[in-house]
């Protein structure tokens, strides 16, 4: 018997347990029973599920992503499919975001920050620690640099010129908010968001 329940597995399967709990109320019970166990669970029965959003593009699709345990213990993607409850792509995927299951097996992927140090032709693995902190000095160094709080005139302006921030279309509003707070806050006024690109 196929694993996968489809639909015409399915209409069978009820059309038989129909009869099958007919059967039974006229005492055939024991043909209920067999009908029952010859029906495979249902593939993702035992998988966790998890809502995300495909890592594609700007129209941001919501997922459902299964995990199963693996023969280590650990858990392993095993199944992605569109959101039916997102309004923004009920439950549709296009085919970048239906293959997003070889993405995330991919050997290439990068999963931790990289760094390549002045002078050096290669990128080597980092810390998100070490990441975070460069990052952060860096910032710091370019701002107290190049800062300016009043313009010729000597009317107070604020601003940080040299530095840009650029915000990923899969932010959610609330997200969207803080980052404008931090990114103006800081004196930015290159603000650009990935939707627009
Ligand atoms: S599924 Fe396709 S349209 Fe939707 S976010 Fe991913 S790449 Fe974009």
Not at 78 to 102: F, M, S, Y
Not at 131 to 150: C, H, P, Q, S, W
Request: glycine residues 10%; proline residues 4%; aromatic residues 8%.
């Amino acid at each position: 018997m196929n694993m996968e329940l489809s639909r015409r597995s399915f209409m069978k399967g009820a059309s038989a347990g129909l009869a099958g709990t007919t059967l039974g109320s006229l005492g055939f019970g024991e043909i209920e029973a067999a009908h029952a166990a010859s029906i495979r669970p249902f593939k993702l029965a035992r998988t966790k599920e998890a809502r995300s959003s495909c890592p594609y593009c700007a129209v941001c699709c919501g997922m459902l992503v299964f995990s199963a345990e693996n023969k280590a213990g650990k858990l392993e993607v095993t199944h992605i499919e569109g959101d039916a409850d997102n309004p923004v792509n009920r439950g549709t995927l296009c085919p970048k975001g239906a293959g997003a299951l070889d993405y995330i097996r991919a050997k290439t992927r990068v999963k931790n920050p990289m760094y390549r140090k002045p002078g050096s032709n290669r990128f080597e693995q980092v810390t998100w620690d070490f990441a975070m902190e460069r990052i952060a000095k860096l910032m710091k160094e370019d701002r107290d640099a190049n800062f300016i709080d009043k313009n010729k005139d000597g009317v107070t302006v604020n601003r940080w010129p040299t530095m840009a921030f650029l915000s990923g279309s899969s932010c959610t509003n609330e997200t969207g908010w803080i980052t404008w707070k931090v990114a103006r806050g800081l004196g930015m006024l290159q603000i650009e968001n990935q939707a627009r690109i």
